[in-house]
């Protein structure tokens, strides 16, 4: 049973254009919510997070919105670069204790066209 | 700061072997992390370690273990592989306070 989700295994964007990656969520015991990048042969790369005491955090090109009654968040990229072509992993951790352990999501591959 | 270092980089093992692989955390990060990324499960998470102490595990069976030393480092061992033990092994390391996992480059475990 997934916790984490990601309905869009790829996504198609042109240059300059915004990218929105979804994500959803069903443990409401999440509080703590990461978006990561990666690229083949390497560790995911730290993008983004929010805690679930927000709705909005924003770092640059990336925002992340989060929709605690819809168990929903997004990350949205202004404007997209080719660059931002990878893999995007939504994840979540929950509160309790030990935060070691993230709960993934299975991946949205971005691609940004010239 | 150095990154979150992984050795060996790749492996190439045979069906009921065993593996050893080891993860240096970022200098100061106490929790290390190990994640298996498959290309059909994604990245699972297989057990987290703080202070030489296993805080958490996830849902692997007993072939997958770990430790942590004193000084953070920490290796996780696979006994008799299966094929299906094939995959990326990602070790990450976190400050003591909650927050963002920082990854390393990955292990890739080949098992013929």
């Known amino acids: 049973d997934q916790q984490v989700k990601q309905n869009s295994p790829s996504l198609s964007v042109q240059e300059g254009r915004i990218s929105i990656l979804n994500c959803d969520y069903t443990?409401?015991?999440?509080?703590?919510f990461l978006w990561y990048k990666k690229y083949p042969a390497e560790g995911p790369t730290f993008l983004i997070s929010?805690?679930?005491?927000?709705d909005k955090n924003e770092d640059g090109r990336f925002t992340v919105f989060l929709n605690k009654s819809a168990k929903h968040l997004s990350l949205h990229i202004v404007p997209s670069q080719p660059g931002d072509s990878a893999v995007y992993f939504c994840a979540a951790s929950g509160r309790g204790g030990s935060q070691g352990n993230l709960i993934f999501g299975k991946g949205t591959k971005l691609s940004v066209k010239p | 700061k150095a990154g979150v270092t992984q050795t060996p980089r790749y492996l190439i093992k045979t069906r009921g072997q065993q593996v050893t692989l080891s993860c240096s955390p970022i200098s100061g990060h106490r929790s290390v992390s190990w994640y298996q990324q498959t290309p059909g499960q994604g990245l699972q998470f297989l057990f987290e370690?703080?202070?030489?102490?296993?805080?958490n595990k996830g849902n692997f069976p007993g072939r997958f273990s770990g430790r942590q030393f004193s000084n953070s480092r920490s290796e996780m061992n696979v006994s008799t592989l299966e094929l299906g033990d094939s995959a990326l092994y990602l070790c990450a390391s976190s400050p003591q306070q909650p927050g963002e996992q920082f990854f390393g480059p990955g292990t890739r475990l080949t098992v013929l």
């Open positions: 370690y703080f202070s030489e102490t296993q805080r």
């Open positions: 443990n409401s015991m999440f509080d703590y």
């Open positions: 929010i805690s679930s005491i927000k």
